[in-house]
Each structure stands twice: as structure tokens, then as C-alpha cells.
């Protein structure tokens, strides 16, 4: 089945001061599927991601140019409410970054902040979010202890928890497995695969078993160009690019 994309981008470029990171680059996002960004190091996964939900604004001497838009709403517009759009599009980092507040606070916290109080509510949403990020059973007893107890592991599910918790469209992942064991990275992928269904989700990677394993599509970035995106299979078994074959069987990276 094809989905309709929720993230289109047309000649991206993003820059640092002078040092052009993104050169122009064009990239749909469909709806429900996983996309994994892949690439050597410095290639400029991240900065790309960081577009997406003007993370980039918060870097001093970072510009974007280009359209980048959500179900058809330019994100770089005036008059873009960007805190809005961060809750339309959840980030979790490499490194689980949970507050130094308990597992409810850090669940319910985007709900707090957009003014909710029902206490009846943040239960209900925080159960919800926890379930989701499939951690519920192993945290429902300890809902009041600090988030900062739990394993890294734990500790990331719990993230995914506050971000889904505010009803995002899109996820975006930088590297959420890399600082975790391999029992952890495989709870969280599971995750990932169940939250498939209802949300669209783009994970930067090192690892290409990973994004063989969980994503439906792969782009492959090479000194901040794109050079070739499609689907997962197609790139891993049959590449149509010298540079995404070498990537891909460890000749560079
Ligand atoms: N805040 C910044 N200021 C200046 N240059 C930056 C900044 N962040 C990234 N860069 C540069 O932009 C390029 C792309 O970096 P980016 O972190 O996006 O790559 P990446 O593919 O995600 O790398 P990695 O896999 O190592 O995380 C690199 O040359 C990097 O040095």
C-alpha cells in the first residue's frame, strides 16, 4: 500500500556560518512508515533531522533554505508556531534525557505545559504513553520514583513516553539505541515497529542492521547530498549507487 507523504522537502540546504552541511536536498516522508537515515559520519544525518522540527533555529550561525512542509504546511513560514511543531513532531536523542523529575512528571510534562490539570486525564495519558512505549508493566508500581533510577534503557523508553504523550505525527530518532545495550535496542525497535501503525517515524543510524531489521525506506547521505533513497530492500540488496554498496558492505564509514 502506498502512503501519502506527511514530510516533503524540496532543495534543503542548511548551512554553519559559510560550511554548507545539507546541499540541496529533495526527500518525501510517507505516512506509517519508518525511514532510516543512513551515512558515514559528518555526513550530515543529524543536521538534516534537526530541520524537521527547527531544532537547527536554537544553533547560533545555523540557516536553512528550501521548503520543508507538514501535510502541506510550510514549517519555515513567519508565522509557524514553533512550539507547536515540535509537539506535531517529537525528537529522542542518542542519550536517554529524561528530567530529574519522577516517571509521571517527565510523561506528563508537554500535557502540563499546554495548561492540562485534570488529574484524571495525566493519569489516563500517562498510562497510555507508557503502554506504548511498552514500559508500563515494568514502571506502573513506581510511577512517583525519579525517572533517573531507571536503566538507560528504561530510561529512553520512558522519553518516548513523553513524547508520545503529546500526540505527535512524526517522531524523529538521532541514534536512540546507540548508547544501549543490544537487549535494550531490541525492546526499543520492537516499539518502534508497533508505533508504526500510528505514527511516521525517521531514525538516524549507524547501524545497518538496524535499519534493515525495522525500516520500510532508507536514504543514504553522503557529504550533506542525498544519493539514494528508496526502499529498504532495494538499497541493501540491490544498491544502484557505487558509493551506497560500499557504505552498506563496510568498505568506508
Ligand atoms: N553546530 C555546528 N556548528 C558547525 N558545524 C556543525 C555543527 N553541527 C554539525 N556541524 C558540521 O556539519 C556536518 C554534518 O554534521 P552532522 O552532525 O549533521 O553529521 P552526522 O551525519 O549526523 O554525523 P554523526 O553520524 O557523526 O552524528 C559536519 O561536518 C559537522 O562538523
Redesign the pocket.
Given at each position: 500500500m502506498t502512503h501519502k507523504n506527511i514530510i516533503t522537502s524540496r532543495d534543503v540546504h542548511i548551512y554553519?556560518?559559510d560550511?554548507e552541511?545539507i546541499k540541496g536536498v529533495d526527500i518525501d516522508f510517507p505516512e506509517h512508515e519508518i525511514t532510516a537515515l543512513i551515512?558515514p559520519?559528518?555526513?550530515?544525518?543529524?543536521?538534516?533531522l534537526r530541520t524537521l522540527d527547527r531544532m537547527n533555529d536554537l544553533?547560533p550561525?545555523?540557516r536553512t533554505t528550501g521548503d520543508i512542509r507538514l501535510n502541506g504546511e510550510d514549517i519555515y513560514a513567519a508565522n509557524t508556531d514553533v512550539v507547536q511543531l515540535r509537539k506535531r513532531v517529537g525528537m529522542v536523542f542518542q542519550q536517554p534525557n529524561p528530567f530529574p523529575f519522577s516517571i509521571y512528571d517527565n510523561v506528563v510534562y508537554g500535557l502540563r505545559l499546554a495548561g492540562i490539570r485534570d488529574r484524571a486525564m495525566l493519569d489516563e495519558a500517562c498510562e497510555q504513553s507508557l503502554k506504548q512505549a511498552a514500559i508500563w508493566d515494568e514502571v506502573k508500581d513506581q510511577l512517583h520514583d525519579s525517572a533517573l533510577g531507571l536503566s538507560g534503557g528504561q530510561q529512553q523508553r520512558v522519553v518516548m513516553a513523553r513524547v508520545l504523550a503529546v500526540q505527535p505525527e512524526v517522531i524523529l530518532l538521532d541514534?536512540p539505541t546507540s548508547a544501549l545495550d543490544p537487549i535494550s535496542s531490541s525492546q526499543i525497535e520492537d516499539t518502534l515497529l508497533e508505533l508504526r501503525e500510528q505514527y511516521t517515524i525517521i531514525i538516524?543510524t549507524?547501524n545497518m542492521q538496524q535499519a534493515s531489521r525495522i525500516s520500510d525506506r532508507t536514504a543514504f547521505?553522503l557529504q550533506g547530498n542525498i544519493i539514494e533513497v528508496g526502499p529498504t530492500k532495494g538499497i541493501f540488496m540491490d544498491p544502484q549507487h557505487k558509493e551506497t554498496e560500499d557504505y552498506i558492505s563496510g568498505r568506508f564509514g
Open positions: 554553519y556560518g560550511f552541511a551515512g559520519s559528518g555526513c550530515g544525518k543529524s543536521t538534516y544553533v550561525g545555523a541514534e538516524v549507524h547521505f
